[in-house]
């Protein structure tokens, strides 16, 4: 058969059996590469059958394709030598996959194409004379990056571990992470010319249902020549290409990708690239940084806030500044004003030119520091700062306030912990302090108001870019501006689908019980939810008889303290009347009137026949 020169023709054509055309199409796809190894191994000498071995030097792991691939071929030779019957080409590759290649994944292969993007890839391919199929044995090994902390998104609480240029590698660390078989990981390859492998993970049950079908969908439309990096797959498959705000998230954080995945989310993985994309996202999650679910909720949330402030203030504070010192004076506290009016005294550019000068010197200074040498740059940008800040207020080129608000942006920028959202931030400063500038706050607050409808506008893959904030979900308010403890999140957004209930309810902390204390059993708890249960009734019992005893004594003291009252009350009274009191007490103790009169008439004569006695002082005795 005649060899077709087109090299996209010849990959389509089906394997030979013959080991010398074999060889040719081979030789004609792949040419001469001096890091293309072919290894011809005789397996039978009578019969003369003979094995053609193809890789690529550097992306094999030298031991493993000794140990799976060359060995195993030299002993079938032996084996085959004393076999009393050959078999077929077909036959023999079958008793190579089953018995004697010990390899870890093997593939039948059909054509070409498949088999020489193995080889490229770091795989081993195998002919067999005789064979009308190819083996394809996975013999990867290259050098590689090990696991080390992100750069750019470091932590002080949390997991140090990020993403390589390993996509396996990658993936690796998700699932680690998550180890629910409902999570897919699902592979395509992208790029005419690259062919890279690009991934995309998401928790079967919990994300909503369409949205791995539209994420499929966008990847296939992309119709290029090289993938280098996952950057050039979120420029393809954003929803507003041209907005200044990103609507994908990228990160070299495993542990932000499980918990965006936990959440209904998406992410794509790209070979090569140290960075995971998670679609879709909300624009609040460019201000949340991991800190803030490894720390207690109170500091997780007073940094939020302060995140959030910095957002603000390095978007309108220049505006403001040039607002106020060119157009309202009036707005200025005077003793301010004079001091700002003191320090301009001697600059001699309006406001807005000051401030586009220092503006784009701090730009200047940070392009320079990140792109020297990592401690060459660290000195060069700080040293900078001083040297230039400090030589351009004395030359009177531009004001100490200038300075300081110029300072406190850049500063302000920095604390936001994601890079997209920073960039959005610094480049949409400008148009507003242009505006500021030119007119006034009408032009602040017009600028202003158009970015925050501009950013309601937008969408992420279908949802709504300011959510939960816009539409308003009451539901996800504990994770947007504060952070409430993890055991009051007992959903998860309403982005996810299926059983949104994230925890058990009912799990706040409280301290234990000093009457409850669970017996222990080498160790371990023994106490069993029966025995809780009776402990509990006990309790109770327990604590009712101590709040009976204790109403028994005080209706005692009061009973004490009454009769203690009346003794006193009857001892201050006359003798006469005292007598009288004492027969009514005994004669009521019976329970009737009758008595209770007779008791008085005998108390009021025993009170006369005392007065009689008093009379008569003869019967006194001496």
């Known amino acids: 058969m005649k060899l077709v020169d087109d090299t996209s023709e010849l990959l389509k054509q089906n394997v030979s059996s013959s080991l010398e055309r074999n060889k040719t199409v081979m030789g004609k796809v792949l040419e001469s590469s001096v890091d293309l190894i072919a ?7 009578k019969r003369n059958v003979k094995a053609l071995c193809y890789y690529t030097d550097g992306l094999v792991d030298a031991k493993l394709l000794d140990e799976t691939v060359i060995r195993p071929l030299l002993q079938a030779r032996t084996f085959y030598h004393d076999a009393d019957e050959m078999l077929s080409g077909s036959q023999m590759m079958q008793e190579l996959m089953t018995g004697l290649i010990i390899d870890t994944s ?4 059909d054509t070409y194409e498949l088999g020489i993007e193995g080889v490229l ?49 990658n993936t690796a660390l998700l699932r680690r992470r998550i180890r629910d078989p409902q999570l897919r990981v699902e592979g395509m390859k992208i790029g005419t010319k690259s062919r890279t492998d690009v991934n995309i993970a998401y928790i079967k049950g919990t994300v909503k249902e369409g949205l791995v079908e539209e994420v499929k969908a966008r990847l296939s439309r992309i119709s290029i020549d090289a993938i280098l990096d996952s950057g050039v797959i979120e420029e393809f498959v954003e929803d507003a290409p041209l907005s200044p705000f990103s609507t994908t998230q990228s990160t070299e954080r495993p542990d932000k990708v499980a918990a965006a995945l936990f959440e209904g989310r998406i992410a794509i993985f790209v070979d090569n690239s140290p960075f995971a994309v998670i679609v879709p996202v909300y624009f609040w999650q460019f201000l949340q ?89 660290q000195a060069v940008s700080i040293v900078g700062a001083l040297v230039i800040g400090q030589a351009a207020v004395q030359a009177g080129l531009v004001s100490p306030a200038m300075v300081i608000v110029v300072a406190t942006t850049g500063i302000s920028s920095f604390a936001i912990p994601n890079y997209a959202a920073s960039f959005s931030v610094r480049l949409l400063r400008f148009p507003l302090l242009i505006a500021a500038g030119t007119m006034g706050l009408l032009g602040f607050a017009g600028t202003l108001a158009m970015i925050v409808v501009h950013s309601l506008s937008l969408r992420s893959f279908g949802e709504p870019y300011m959510s939960p904030a816009t539409p308003f979900r009451p539901e996800d308010q504990k994770d947007i501006i504060i952070r409430v403890p993890w055991w009051r999140m007992n959903k998860r957004p309403q982005l996810a689908q299926g059983d949104l209930q994230r925890m058990a309810p009912g799990q706040m902390p409280k301290p234990p019980d000093p009457e409850d204390k669970p017996k222990r059993d080498g160790g ?72 209770d009169r007779a008791g008085a008439d005998a108390g009021k004569g025993n009170a006369q026949s005392g007065k009689r006695k008093k009379d008569r002082p003869w019967r006194k005795r001496p």
């Open 39 to 45: 290894r011809e191994l005789v397996i039978h000498h």
């Open 106 to 109: 093997i593939a039948l292969l």
């Open 121 to 169: 890839s770091g795989d081993t391919l195998v002919f067999l004379e005789g064979g009308d199929r190819a083996l394809l044995l996975a013999t990867r090994g290259w050098e590689s990056r090990s696991v080390d902390e992100p750069q750019t998104e470091p932590v002080v609480r949390g997991p140090r571990d990020g993403f390589t240029e390993n996509i396996r590698t």
């Open 289 to 377: 940084a991991s800190d803030d679910y490894y720390s207690r909720y109170w500091v997780g949330s007073f940094f939020r806030l302060v995140r959030f402030s910095a957002i603000f203030i390095s978007l309108t504070l220049p505006s403001l500044y040039v607002m106020l010192v060119s157009f309202h004076h009036e707005m200025i506290p005077t003793a301010l004003a004079l001091s700002i009016a003191a320090g301009r005294e001697s600059v001699p550019f309006p406001a807005l030119v000051e401030a586009f000068l220092m503006e784009g010197a701090f730009e200047l200074m940070r392009e320079a520091g990140l792109r020297m040498p990592r401690p060459v740059g």
């Open 524 to 595: 371990t708890y023994s106490v069993t939810d029966a025995e809780q249960s009776e402990r509990r009734k006990k309790l109770e019992k327990k604590k009712s008889a101590k709040k009976q005893d204790t109403k028994q004594q005080d209706t005692k003291q009061q009973d004490t303290k009454q009769q203690g009252a009346r003794q006193e009350e009857f001892s201050a009274k006359p003798e006469g009347q005292r007598a009288q009191k004492r027969g009514q007490v005994k004669l009521r103790a019976f329970g009737h009137g009758a008595f």
